[in-house]
């Protein structure tokens, strides 16, 4: 397994852009699928982004498609959410997660809060 540290969360305001890290540790990191998910007080978790490590592949939940973009430097160990067009909705904790297989993610970080001024 891998350990995940998140960073980046903060307050921002309604149309604004934020970037969220997430820093890895252990070793293969580059063979592992990473993903992004949320969570807001009173909801279920949500998928948000995710990023396929054999080909690079990337799927998004349709609520963030076309604002939110994933992305990883292998070199640095790192997964980011760039997050543009920001809404209130957006706001939730956000976590980083990793695991062998599309879906199946042993390892998550802490979480990140993010709070949205409308």
């Known amino acids: 397994q891998v350990q995940l540290v998140e960073s980046g969360g903060g307050l921002v305001q309604a149309g604004g852009s934020l970037t969220l890290s997430c820093a890895a540790s252990g070793r293969l990191f580059s063979r592992y699928t990473v993903a992004w998910f949320r969570q807001a007080p009173g909801k279920e978790r949500e998928f948000v982004a995710a990023m396929n490590w054999s080909d690079g592949s990337t799927y998004y939940g349709d609520s963030v498609k076309g604002r939110f973009t994933i992305s990883r430097d292998n070199a640095q160990n790192t997964v980011y959410l760039q997050m543009n067009s920001l809404k209130s909705e957006d706001t939730a904790v956000y976590y980083c997660?990793?695991?062998?297989?599309?879906?199946?993610?042993?390892?998550w970080g802490q979480g990140t809060q993010v709070t949205v001024s409308s």
């Open positions: 997660a990793a695991g062998w297989t599309m879906g199946e993610y042993s390892s």
